[in-house]
């Protein structure tokens, strides 16, 4: 037998750039590995610094106070590639720390993100009482010199030094410089954002003893400036806070299943704005596959995204979606915007109707414990590793989780038309509760279920349904209670049936008199609008006198002579010769504003029934925004053969009384509505509410062409249209509402037509 040679593999220089630069191909995750790094070595703080940015010195300094490394752990550990101490299960645990604390990083390649992040590196490092610091510097580019040279040849140097850039008792410094990218104010926040959902601190691998702060000295200023601008949460500098969704205490539909420790059991409980609607124990379909996973799933109607905008000061859908971490940390791509790693828009593309989508959506799949089959892939920005345990826990999401939020959320609250969930009033209690109690009865078919509890309250449907259908419900629940063994069910049972016999006879009487005190109720209620509406437009030009009349001929005349003044001045000037661009466009936008007030006076002063003389009313201005809708400005549309319709909604009784000035209301409604006849809209919907002592927000919408999402940051700007319009119409909306204390935003994530909400700010 022939006597084989033995040889062995060589391993170019080269191999530095394919598992360094071309690896991770974005700074944030390089950033994030050397944080989670800092972390692994039981640090309680990391700092990331960012100096000289602007000159040709910039570098970025990642300190932490970790355990440190000495200089045989930095020879035979930190130089040696691929190695993990903390996959081998050698780390030194001497420290002392938690023992249920697992490792966020294990293959042995996050340190070569620095030479994603810049050309050199030099690292500071030193155990608790050592003397001296243990320092490598490394030029990456002595890697890319010649790839025929193997990469167990380049030499790094190592020095033994007294001082480090930053003092130094124990821990590490990772000094980066010959930054490869540019950073700027834009990047920095991005970052930051980035940092806030890199680490979850709702999970229980000992992230709340870990701080990261971002230092950036030349952006302090611009912070300052934010601060005063309201903007606290545009700030670069600071500690990292790592917020989670919950403490947002946004009222929504929510569901959180938790796959056990051992894998045996699964509970899942799903409440709706803090009430519970039904939790459950079953048998994990996956027990081999999936254990110690907890998932937590948000719906986002519309006013938890505007809570959410308000709290955070940034979209939900420019936020993320559904996030996964392992021990706390996140692993990329999950949640990104735009991303549909778990294919969730995949699957409303088969129905938008019956299915959420990443915009409906927000929460966390947390991966606890060591949990090995889920494993990052080494480009640290492609996900986890396609196996059998992650294909189950996608399912296992898709079937457990989702699917029970949007049984609920779709098919028991219902899901509006505009892509919103309808408020529990647009369904009646009795409907609601009969829909949940399927949902429970439904849920008792799994062969996998152990136990079932739902809200006592549920039961309470015996008033208004009939004798056949309450029947069944009974029934039901009493299958359910048998196949549980729930005593609390089977109580419930038998005290409906008990109250049954007594309140179905209470409920015809009932019924009568509820429809009488309605009938009642809505006569009192209409003659109240009645009245309140003739407080403030009078019904017919016949009840205007003369004085009157001539007070709006007057004021009319003043708006009139503004115009001519501004007129005759432009002339001068441009025979002189000595007016710009900017002198004219805002002499025009004076011109514009001044004729805005007499088509609205003109419009309305025979309905108006006050005084126009005054600069300011004391009055209801909800009210006042009704009736120049309803009462003046349908009767022009109607006059002038528009096909535009008005829809109106508000609170019924709602009241806000403070001054206001009536000339500025009706210009910014018309403006609006102006714009709104322009694009073409067939229909305007106005929804007005009172938010707080003084102050009225306003949502107006309409069915038109929309505004291309280019244009919405140019909108309110002087002399810029989208159609063929002056292109001073918002700009005196927002110039007016500015000057009173309110605001006035588009929506850009409005599916259809145009947008706006304006806050008024009455004088009280």
């Not at 930190?78 to 903390?86: D, G, R």
């Not at 006076?601 to 004391?618: H, M, Q, Y």
């Amino acid at each position: 037998m022939a006597k084989l040679d033995l040889t062995k593999f060589r391993v170019s220089s080269a191999l530095k750039t394919i598992i360094g630069k071309e690896l991770i191909t974005d700074d944030f995750i390089a950033v994030f590995e050397l944080v989670k790094n800092a972390f692994d070595a039981h640090a309680k703080r990391v700092d990331i610094i960012f100096e000289n940015l602007y000159s040709g010195n910039s570098r970025l300094i990642i300190k932490d106070n970790g355990k440190g490394m000495d200089k045989i752990a930095l020879f035979e550990k930190w130089l040696f590639v691929a190695y993990s101490a903390k996959k081998e299960g050698t780390e030194d645990y001497r420290d002392k720390i938690r023992p249920n604390r697992i490792y966020a990083g294990a293959k042995g390649i996050g340190r070569f993100s620095c030479d994603k992040l810049g050309s050199n590196l030099t690292i500071y490092t030193k155990k608790r009482g050592e003397k001296s610091i243990n320092q490598l510097v490394i030029d990456w580019s002595d890697f890319e010199q010649d790839s025929k040279k193997e990469f167990v040849m380049i030499p790094v140097k190592y020095n033994s030094v007294a001082k480090a850039p930053f003092p130094l008792n124990r821990g590490t410094i990772i000094e980066i410089t010959g930054l490869r990218e540019g950073w700027d104010r834009s990047k920095f926040l991005k970052l930051r954002r980035s940092l806030e959902k890199l680490i979850n601190p709702n999970q229980e691998n000992d992230p709340r003893g870990f701080a990261i702060y971002l230092n950036v000295d030349e952006e302090r200023i611009n912070d300052l400036d934010a601060i005063d601008r309201g903007k606290s949460r545009e700030q670069v500098n600071g500690k990292v806070q790592n917020s989670i969704f919950e403490d947002l205490k946004i009222k929504t539909t929510k569901i959180e299943t938790i796959i056990s420790k051992n894998g045996e059991k699964v509970n899942t409980t799903l409440e709706d704005r803090g009430m519970l609607i039904y939790e459950m124990e079953e048998e994990n379909p996956y027990p081999h596959l999936l254990h110690d996973i907890r998932f937590n799933l948000f719906v986002l109607n519309r006013s938890a995204k505007y809570h959410f905008t308000k709290s955070m000061g940034i979209h939900s859908v420019q936020y993320g979606s559904v996030f996964l971490y392992k021990n706390g940390f996140r692993i990329y791509p999950f949640g990104e915007p735009g991303l549909d790693t778990l294919k969730i828009d995949h699957r409303k593309q088969q129905g938008t109707s019956r299915f959420f989508g990443t915009r409906d959506l927000i929460g966390r799949i947390e991966i606890n414990g060591k949990n090995e089959a889920f494993q990052e892939t080494s480009s640290r920005d492609g996900g986890l590793i396609s196996n059998s345990s992650y294909y189950a826990i996608e399912d296992f999401f898709k079937d457990y989780v989702l699917k029970r939020l949007e049984k609920f959320a779709i098919g028991v609250i219902k899901w509006g038309n505009d892509g919103d969930l309808l408020d529990h009033q647009k369904l009646s209690p009795q409907e609601m509760k009969k829909r949940v109690s399927d949902i429970v009865y439904n849920l008792t078919k799994s062969e996998n279920l152990l136990n079932i509890n739902y809200n006592p309250k549920l039961i309470d449907i015996l008033e208004n349904r009939t004798e056949k259908s309450l029947k069944t419900i009974l029934n039901r629940l009493h299958v359910l209670a048998e196949k549980t063994d729930n005593q609390l069910i089977a109580s419930e049972i038998r005290r409906a049936q008990r109250q049954y016999k007594s309140l179905l006879k209470a409920k015809e009487e009932a019924e009568k008199s509820e429809r009488e005190a309605r009938k009642e109720a809505r006569e009192a209620q209409k003659q109240v609008e009645i009245k309140e509406s003739q407080n403030l437009f009078m019904q017919s030009v016949l009840s205007r006198d003369r004085k009157e009349l001539l007070n709006f001929h007057h004021h009319i005349g003043i708006a009139a002579g503004a115009i001519e003044d501004y007129v005759k001045n432009l002339y001068r000037k441009i025979r002189k010769g000595t007016l710009s661009t900017d002198k004219i466009l805002s002499s025009l936008q004076k011109i514009s504003y001044q004729a805005e007030q007499i088509i609205s006076i003109s419009r309305f002063a025979t309905k108006a029934n006050f005084n126009f003389k005054a600069n300011e009313i004391k009055a209801d201005l909800i009210g006042f925004i009704k009736e120049h809708l309803l009462n003046v400005y349908s009767d022009i549309l109607k006059f002038s053969g528009s096909r535009l319709r008005i829809q109106y909604e508000q609170v019924p009784n709602e009241k806000c009384v403070c001054k206001f000035k009536p000339i500025e209301i009706t210009v910014i409604l018309e403006n609006l509505l102006s714009n709104s006849k322009k694009a073409d809209a067939s229909v305007v919907k106005v929804s007005v509410k009172k938010e707080e002592k003084g102050v009225v927000e306003l949502v107006f919408s309409d069915n038109g062409k929309g505004i291309p999402p280019k244009d919405l940051d140019k909108i309110f700007e002087m002399g810029f249209s989208t159609t063929d319009g002056s292109g001073l119409g918002l700009y005196h909306v927002k110039d007016i509402l500015r000057k009173n204390g309110g605001s006035i935003r588009c929506n850009p994530e409005s599916v259809t037509g145009a947008e706006f909400i304006i806050r008024f700010k009455g004088i009280t």
